[in-house]
């Protein structure tokens, strides 16, 4: 079962929240689950682990060598600020019913710090609040993503508080529509079973926006780029996608069979698009990568993330092999047509990729897997609500980015002085120097 189908029925959080509808009173109690709450406590652990260390190392070997600890800063500091801001009204704005209008786009503020969860408060058939800490790893690693496409020239203070209002008015109306109870994208049936649009297009968009507004690296396209210690993007990489089984595998909120469906999808997806884009490499360009081959695991767990609940081990193997070739193409010959400088390129990896992985899923879809069918089971119609969630996230995350991004440019400024970036943000926004590489 699915995050947006488990708020959807009455044995969900469905009878938490405020707003919810009288008759769900009259359904059964929910009972607590010690396996599920086990899986749920395990998966949370694996998923903020995807961010530290495992984001962290991942875009900070990307970088030149004066900007690593500059973008771990980065990715540290907004793990807690972030954890801070779901805890008060994150949470609540995102997993609650709201009312009037505006319901289907946002909560309401019943569960403001968490109150009426207490001790023994459930959510299905685990406690509320192992429900709402599995969430905050996901409200945490979705703006941090947006760094990697700014990086190297965004001031700190302006960056963190670009993703503390950036997680309020966009990923929390974003994770509402799509899992939240009576959310409008919910309700139009878009699949995404663990984050394709809410995670990943969600956060690509945002980082597109930015890398244009903060304008190209000083010395792009002449300057030496090159990642300072692919050992650790590896590490990082590595460290993604064992996390990753806690992002996809847990977000079937129960230790069942969704879950071993979820997480056969989710490796063999990966090793897929390894392959997938390292002989694409190999062909094109003589030489298989190791960076090639870590940016294939991450496109392919990016494109499996949506449809890992609703796909049998075929549309997984076609949607990771598909991703591996779409994100090469979208880091490559995308990037290179419209010529824009996305540092880390989160859009042609999470953008891309998203964007294959939820229009595959409204594809291969099966109804013995996740309740839904795709194209293959006759339903073409899914392709079209696949769509229509992938419209509405792009506009919405690009529209309120922008806005966002162009109030902190005309109040703190968005980008650091010429000279601050030529020294490195390391020194020039933290006062620190990175003595040893591995």
Known sequence: MSKRSILAVPAGLGLLVAGAAPALAQTAAPTLNSGDTAWMLTSSVLVLMMTVPGLALYYGGLLRRKNILAMLMQC???????????????????????????????????????????????????????????????????????????????????????????????????????????????????LDFAGGTVVHINSAVAGLVAAIMVGKRTGYGRDNMAPADLGYTMLGGALLWVGWFGFNAGSALTSGGQAGMAMINTHLATSAAVVSWTLTEWMLKGKPSLLGAVSGAVAGLVAITPACGFVGVSGALVIGLAAGVV????????????????????????????????????????????????????????????????????????????????????????????????????????????????
């Open 76 to 190: 540290f500091f907004a793990t807690a600020l972030i954890s801070v801001l779901w805890v008060i009204v994150g949470y609540s704005l995102a997993f609650t019913a709201g009312s009037g209008p505006s319901a289907p786009f946002i909560g309401g503020f019943s569960r403001v710090m968490l109150n009426g969860t207490g001790l023994n408060g459930l959510s299905g058939t685990i406690p509320e609040t192992v429900f709402a800490m599995f969430q905050c790893t996901f409200a945490i690693i979705t703006p941090v993503l947006i760094l990697g496409g700014p990086a190297d020239r965004l001031k700190f203070s302006s960056s963190m508080v670009f993703l503390g209002i950036w997680l309020l008015a966009v990923y929390a109306p974003i994770a509402h529509m799509v899992w939240g109870p009576g959310g409008f994208l919910a309700n139009a049936g878009v």
């Open 327 to 438: 994100c090469y193409w979208g880091v490559t010959g995308f990037k290179g047509m419209f010529k824009y400088d996305d540092a880390l390129d989160v859009w042609g990896v999470h953008g891309l990729g998203g964007i294959c992985g939820a229009m595959l899923t409204g594809v291969f879809a099966l109804t013995e897997v996740g309740g839904h069918a795709g194209l293959i089971e006759g339903n073409a119609h899914q392709l079209l609500i696949q769509a229509e969630g992938i419209v509405v996230t792009i506009l919405y995350s690009g529209i309120v980015s922008f806005i966002i991004l162009k109030l902190i440019d005309l109040t703190m400024g968005l980008r650091v002085s010429k000279e601050e970036e030529i020294e490195g943000l390391d020194i020039s926004q933290h006062g620190e120097v990175l003595q040893h590489l591995t």
